[in-house]
């Protein structure tokens, strides 16, 4: 039996020496005990690693160490002969990381998947408290994560609070950062970081101003906030008498009646023009100019109509303009467009070769002080302006449509489609495919940088896959 003391819970370079030396003497992952030193988990007492045979080597995939790497945080004390069981396999079955039926495989990604939600947890819920005066002040935050994450989750720290010392204090490590570099020490109690400071005040003031009881989903909150967090979040005292509050102050927001737009913001009542049945997009564009087929054309500036080539591949379909793109008169010009442009180049496809439209073509919103606050536009005025997506696409002939968001979904097919179910494949529609996806606005009101990350990837990855459709048919 060969016993194997790393010398901490994090030891990647002592259990890759380790499990190298095993390997190239051929021994078994059952002959082998893994403990951390000074943890005093085996009985045993550690034994030398058997020498390497000199010029022995042998090769694993980057992808088995990269898994490696990550795994090696979490706590479980199996972690280390699970690896090594892994490694074992790969020199025998080297396309083991791709058999997803493999117990050890899923194991080992599942202990991944664990390692990096508690990153992400990390990055969402560390609160830093102000800890001394003017220049001695430096900012202290407490947190007691689940696994060995603090190194992996530090640099996210670094770049987020860069011109700031601080330091996160957990019960096994600490980070320090002094602007320049971030050094690890042992770990700390809770008594050592402050347990308040003025700021939270002003903290919980902006969370309950921007708790929106309309759009409270409990469980969903509670996977994104679980609440073994709450002890350490100052708004937390918050969250249940605001839930408490919820249905009440729903149910008074929907009795209160919708404030007029002020009567300058109002058009004058004018009769729908009759054009004559065009299918151009010129004469289109002209026609929408004047739609009167619901109310909301009173309160914006203009109809904003698609806009794109005329045979364009992909037609992009989003929910409706914002405020920038009422005022210009052009779709997705505004922070929604930026996010769009951005998706768009990283997915491989260009924007002036896609056509561009939206749902329901007049900003829908309420006014607020200087704001004009957007509002989600209903199934009736969905209805009523679907009348123009459908010609713009008789004229394009697209493809593929892209149905950003659950408005662009439900113009698209006829009906509600849920994005979640519907997103990331493929659909058919009578001469044409169509893909859902989320709307770029939506990533923009993520709160959390690693959630807003996250999904920009995924709506990136839904894009790729419409870019990946038109190569395919132009190549066939
Ligand atoms: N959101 C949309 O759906 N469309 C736009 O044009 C801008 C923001």
């Not at 190194?151 to 670094?158: H, M």
């Not at 009578?430 to 990350?453: M, N, Q």
Request: net charge positive.
């Amino acid at each position: 039996m060969h016993v194997i003391a790393l010398n901490h819970d994090i030891d990647f370079q002592g259990w890759r020496e380790a499990a190298r030396a095993l390997a190239l003497n051929n021994v078994a992952p059952e002959d082998v005990t893994w403990s951390v030193a000074n943890q005093d988990l085996s009985l045993f007492q550690p034994t030398r690693l058997p020498e390497i045979e000199q010029g022995a080597t042998f090769n694993v995939p980057a992808a088995f160490v990269e898994l490696a790497q990550t795994a090696i945080l979490h706590q479980t004390p199996d972690r280390f002969g699970l690896l090594y069981r892994v490694l074992w396999r790969l020199r025998r079955c080297p396309d083991l990381l791709e058999v997803s039926t493999d117990a050890d495989m899923s194991r080992l990604r599942s202990l991944v998947k664990d390692v990096r939600r508690d990153e992400h947890k990390m990055h969402a819920f560390v609160r830093f408290r102000e800890f001394g005066d003017g220049r001695d002040s430096r900012f202290v935050a407490w947190f007691e994560p689940t696994h060995h994450i603090v190194e992996l989750a530090a640099p996210f720290f670094e770049r987020r609070f860069c011109d700031i010392p601080w330091s996160i204090l957990t019960p096994e490590r600490c980070a320090h950062w002094d602007g320049h570099r971030t050094i690890f020490t042992e770990g700390a109690r809770k008594t050592d970081a402050p347990s308040s400071d003025p700021l939270e005040d002003i903290w919980r003031t902006y969370y309950a101003s921007i708790f929106n009881p309309a759009r409270l989903k409990i469980k969903a909150m509670q996977t994104e906030m679980p609440r073994k967090y709450w002890r350490n979040l100052p708004e937390a005292s918050l969250i249940d008498p605001l839930i408490q509050k919820a249905s009440r102050t729903t149910q008074a927001m929907i009795a209160r009646d919708a404030p007029e737009p002020r009567p300058s913001q109002q058009r004058k009542e004018v009769p729908m023009a009759k054009h004559p049945a065009q299918d151009n997009l010129t004469a289109l564009r002209a026609e929408a100019a004047d739609c009167r087929a619901c109310h909301l054309w009173k309160d914006a500036t203009q109809t904003v109509f698609g806009e794109g080539p005329r045979h364009a591949p992909i037609m992009l379909v989003g929910e409706q303009p914002g405020d920038k793109e009422d005022l210009a008169g052009k779709p997705f010009v505004g922070p929604a467009g930026q996010v769009l442009n951005r998706a768009l180049e990283d997915a491989g496809i260009e924007r002036d070769k896609v056509y561009v439209t939206n749902a329901v073509k007049h900003f829908k919103f309420v006014p607020r002080g200087k704001i004009r606050l957007h509002q989600k536009p209903s199934t009736p005025e969905i209805k009523a302006c679907r009348q123009w997506y459908e010609r713009e696409r008789a004229v394009i002939k697209p493809l593929l449509v892209v149905a950003m968001g659950a408005t662009a979904a439900q113009s698209v097919f006829g009906k509600i489609t849920p994005i979640g179910k519907n997103r990331g494949h493929l659909i058919d529609l009578e001469d044409a495919k169509a893909l859902v996806t989320v709307h770029p606005s939506y990533l923009l009101r993520l709160p959390d940088a690693d959630a807003k990350e996250r999904e920009y990837e995924a709506f990136v990855e839904d894009l790729k896959i419409a870019a990946s459709f038109l190569r395919r048919r132009h190549a066939a």
